[in-house]
């Protein structure tokens, strides 16, 4: 049987042809059965039926990256209840709908945590590709999605609570302050509590890749409440990207969660920090350390084509406590390929993100990791040689302390703005943990 | 009330849109018969005996003038010049071409409304109680809750596609009337120990064919878990409910098949597993909602003497015995206005009664309506200076029956007059019986007796619920009538016991007569309903006397 004709993909960018054809296809049976090692599981596509118990899988999940559910007939929905229950226990990889899926439930997958559909051939003929298209291109947000804490959805009648905290920004007279307004173009919501968005770039800004900036919302009193956020864009783009962790009761970033695009934000356009290229000497190798929202700067700095210039190899280790935290990070990584600018320097790019609370094939501390070598193992790397190799911190207070006392053993030597050295440390502005930091944001 | 914002707007112009496209490509083959099918009736349209039927959701029961206007518009334009309001709370339009349902949806969606999710394997228009926001008796009001479990349901990706139809109510008093024990899920505000509210919740509660009184499953979930819990129900419901037989694919089967406390394990399995991960919603959004429901300012309102108002009016007197309820302000009441005219069909309305209702909320009642499950149109907050202008103009337009909770109040299904399931007519049954004890000497002496009346094993008409429930069935292509007696869909949930053989429909009402003559004959006193004597008596006296005369065959 000639298996390329068998099946139509449809991913959110229309029909595509099969691409696990060379994927082995294994049954949960053989997973469970423990016969096949964690670090293969990868390479295989993982069929299950829809009424299968996929909490038994639960810690297989992060070796697995292609997942496909049966879809038997038009009228059955448990494929839906499925998938978002892999998502929630953490499946981070491809997710198909196989079967009888027609247009109509096209939104359905999706929003379920599907990212591909595949339909018979026969199917795919009855209903060709733009009615699809049509459907991808008229996905609106959906009540769910509004529901959810920190939803960029904001209502619009005239007695809306949300809309009058919009017109008090815009009223704010920041005349005199030496702040400016910026406008929000896009907010992304990367769990329940962690998010990122993008304002207009004021006229004459300047600033250094890894930089970080007063950014902020009217407070109670009428005064502009501002926190210092790392700026997450390059510095030759247009707009200005911010990664936020979202706390319950902090005074800022419990207002922040709610502002929707169109939005006006505070911004003191004084730019600094010590994590920038001019910190650190000349050397071959730059090593980057994050835990949760301390990537920002170094997604800044591995967006910028002149950290190519100065360095041979980028090596970006990022730690967090649940693997859907890494998300933010991991997207952009990911994406490094397709970018126009810096696409060419891709294999120059080392990621190694690590979770500590939850199942993951690098589970651990990045201390720990560090001086067992496992990450130079895995990585195929020579270790850190302070003659060649430079090193950048960003995260707890923890984070900081252990990655400068191991690399200070090593021989490097930290440096400042104005004496650059062998690395340079901040701490994380928008921390990993909500707790010890709560009071301030 | 809630009026919608951009979002809703743009949602429901955006699903009009989308069942357009559905509808042309089941035109164009696109989709087959057995695809469109549940996509048709999660908007609202089924195929009925003579033609389309469409069901238009009203959630929670509430309306506007210019919601009723619009309804009564659709009727003018689209039907025979009357809808017909439901169990559901929603209304239902009997003759429509399926040629006019875009452009009917069209004209829906102009006062905000629409038919989405009122049919299909989905969760369906969540109910709730007629009196919300005004009656004296409430913890607090239903709808908001009610409310956020409508954005919730609408349009959610994981539950389109059930083993079968799901229905949630909310109570927010603890004297039911929104029959919570009758639903897949049923909800009541309550408050615990600590003085903090939350709800209580029942499940597998349901009528049809296999009839259940609703299992509690929880005693107090707080308020905000309440969409986490809900959805750890569903998600179990979705995914374990029977999808083989359709008969036995309500949750109320898997319950059975389960136990409670096996259910209630798997429901808190997963609830435990996303509790702590899952926010939802924000305080705001539900604050929003919340606040939208503020009651009107009553303070304005001036103390008046209803009495003074029956002085010379024997008719508005009674009127106002049966029809007014208490109100939580001592200068309003609560006015429910009867759509059970005996002779006339239970739950229609014609298009000049529903454009009185509208100007009647309007000039004298806050402009807000609410459609009961029993069928009636209640007025909830009325100054009482203007509970006589509104009786007099209700006069005008065959509005002013006086028999709220009384022997005529007749819940019935459509019946087999326009539905395909149907197995036996109910509409003729039910205006025989309104008929025959209309008189309003005879209604009063019998007292409250709420009777019900399904055409088919279905239940639409709620019979299992009725004091008398009536089962319309098919005999070898006769129709006969079981009764059941005793049922209560209040907090006192009962399922009306089967008195045995049934009846044919010119000896039914013999029957009927018969065991109201049991119940007047031997009551203790006028003060003991006909409800309280028959959990007194149980039903031998009943059997007695509806058999021995060989009323049956």
């Not at chain 1, 419990?254 to 505070?266: A, C, E, M, R």
């Not at chain 1, 920090?273 to 700067?297: E, Q, V, Y």
């Not at chain 2, 083989?244 to 997963?270: C, P, S």
């Not at chain 2, 059941?484 to 399922?495: N, Q």
């Amino acid at each position: 049987m000639d298996a390329m004709s068998e099946w139509v993909i449809i991913t959110n960018k229309g029909f595509s042809n099969d691409d696990w054809m060379s994927r082995s296809v294994i049954e949960p049976e053989n997973i469970l059965s423990g016969n096949i090692r964690e670090e293969q599981l990868k390479k295989f596509q993982l069929k299950l039926k829809n009424d299968f118990q996929v909490e038994t899988l639960k810690s297989f999940l992060p070796y697995l990256s292609a997942i496909s559910i049966d879809f038997p007939s038009e009228k059955d929905g448990r494929g839906f209840s499925l998938a978002r229950r892999l998502r929630q226990l953490g499946y981070l990889g491809t997710l198909r709908a196989t079967g009888h899926v027609i247009v109509d439930h096209y939104r359905h997958a999706t929003q379920s945590g599907f990212n591909q559909i595949a339909i018979p051939t026969k199917l795919a003929k009855r209903m060709p590709e733009p009615h699809w298209q049509q459907q991808i291109d008229s996905i609106t947000p959906s009540y769910q999605e509004k529901l959810q804490p920190g939803s960029s959805t904001s209502y619009s009648s005239k007695n809306n609570i949300l809309i009058k905290e919009k017109k008090a920004i815009q009223n704010l007279n920041l005349n005199n302050t030496g702040f400016v307004g910026v406008v929000v173009t896009k907010i992304t919501h990367w769990t329940d509590w962690l998010f990122s968005f993008r304002v207009v770039r004021p006229k004459n800004f300047r600033f250094q890749s890894g930089e970080f900036v007063m950014i902020g919302l009217p407070g109670d009193n009428g005064k502009p409440l501002l926190r210092a956020y790392s700026i997450a864009s390059p510095s030759w783009d247009n707009e200005l990207e911010f990664y936020s962790i979202i706390i319950p009761d902090g005074p800022l970033t419990s207002q922040l969660q709610h502002i929707s695009v169109g939005d006006n934000l505070i911004l003191n356009p004084k730019a600094t920090g010590t994590l920038i290229l001019d910190s650190l000497l000349p050397g071959k190798r730059l090593f980057m350390f994050a835990s949760g929202t301390g990537i920002a700067p170094f997604i800044s700095l591995i967006r910028d084509p002149e950290t190519y210039e100065k360095f041979e190899q980028i090596i970006l280790l990022h730690t967090c406590r649940g693997i859907k935290d890494l998300n933010y990070g991991k997207n952009i990584i990911e994406a490094i390929n397709k970018d126009p600018l810096i696409g060419e320097y891709a294999d120059k790019v080392f990621y190694y993100p690590t979770v500590t609370r939850e199942e993951f094939h690098t589970k651990g501390r990045i201390t720990e990791l560090l001086k067992t070598g496992k990450i130079f193992q895995d990585l195929q790397l020579v270790p850190i040689n302070c003659d060649i190799d430079r090193a950048m911190i960003c995260g707890s207070r923890g984070l900081n302390k252990d990655i400068k006392e191991f690399l200070e053993v090593l021989g490097l030597k930290e440096g400042a703005r104005n004496r650059p050295g062998e690395f340079v440390l901040e701490k994380a502005f928008v921390g990993l943990n909500p707790i010890g930091l709560g009071s301030s944001l | 009330m809630y009026s919608y914002n951009d979002f809703d707007k743009n949602f429901v112009r955006q699903r009009v849109n989308e069942f357009r496209g559905q509808v042309q490509r089941r035109i164009d083959g696109v989709l087959t018969e057995e695809e469109f099918k549940p996509l048709r009736l999660q908007n609202g349209l089924y195929m009925q005996v003579h033609s389309y039927m469409i069901r238009i959701a009203i959630p929670y029961g509430t309306l506007s003038s210019k919601q009723i206007r619009q309804l009564a518009l659709i009727a003018e334009k689209y039907d025979k010049g009357y809808g017909h309001f439901t169990t559901r709370q929603n209304i239902q339009y009997n003759w429509i071409k399926l040629s006019d349902v875009a452009d009917l949806l069209d004209d829906l969606a102009e006062v905000d409304m629409h038919a989405i999710q009122t049919s299909g394997n989905c969760i369906r228009n969540i109910t709730s109680d007629h009196f919300a926001g005004a009656a004296a008796d409430e913890i607090e009001d239903p709808r908001p809750t009610a409310e956020l479990l409508r954005q919730w349901s609408t349009g959610h990706p994981e539950y389109a596609f059930l083993p079968r139809k799901f229905k949630i109510a909310v109570s927010g008093s603890p004297n039911d009337r929104a029959a919570i024990a009758f639903h897949d899920i049923g909800i009541c505000v309550v408050k615990n120990n600590n003085g903090e509210t939350g709800y209580k919740i029942y499940i597998g509660g349901g009528q049809g064919r296999t009839p259940r009184i609703g299992r509690m499953l929880s005693k107090f979930i707080p308020k905000k878990q309440l969409l986490n819990y809900l959805d750890s129900v569903m998600h179990v419901y979705n995914r374990f409910g029977r999808r083989d037989n359709i008969y036995k694919a309500r949750i109320k089967i898997l319950v059975d098949e389960l136990g409670i406390n096996e259910t209630r394990r798997q429901i808190y399995e997963h609830y435990d597993s996303i509790k702590n991960e899952v926010r939802q919603p924000s305080t705001d959004i539900a604050k929003f909602i919340t606040d939208e429901f503020s009651p009107p300012d009553f303070s304005n309102v001036k103390k008046h003497d209803l009495e003074k108002d029956f002085i010379g009016s024997l008719l508005f007197k009674n009127w106002a015995e049966t029809n007014l309820t208490p109100h939580r302000d001592p200068n309003h009441v609560i006015v429910s206005i009867s759509l059970k005219k005996p002779g006339a069909t239970p739950g229609d309305a014609s298009v000049k009664q529903m454009r009185v209702l509208a100007d009647l909320a309007e000039q004298y009642a806050y402009d807000e309506l609410c459609v009961s499950h029993e069928q009636n149109i209640i007025l909830p907050h009325v100054p009482k200076q203007h509970v006589i202008k509104i009786y007099n103009k209700l006069n005008e337009v065959d509005l002013a029956t006086s028999n709220i909770g009384m022997v005529s109040d007749i819940i019935s299904c459509p019946g087999m007059d326009y539905c395909k399931l149907a197995t036996a007519r109910s509409i003729p049954i039910a205006k025989q019986i309104a008929t025959r004890f209309s008189d309003l000497k005879t209604e009063r002496d019998i007292g409250p007796l709420k009777i019900k009346i399904s055409g088919c094993i279905n239940a639409c008409g709620h019979h299992h619920i009725g004091h008398i429930g009536i089962l319309g069935l098919d005999r070898g292509g006769v129709e006969n009538y079981q009764i059941t007696l005793g049922g209560d869909g209040t907090e006192d949930a009962h399922i009306g016991e089967r008195t045995g053989p049934g009846f044919s429909a010119d000896k039914l009402i013999e029957a009927i007569e018969a065991i109201i003559n049991v119940y007047l004959n031997n009551r203790k006193n006028r003060n003991e309903t006909f409800l309280n004597y028959y959990r007194r008596v149980g039903l031998s006296p009943f059997k007695l006397a509806i058999y021995q005369n060989k009323l049956s065959k």
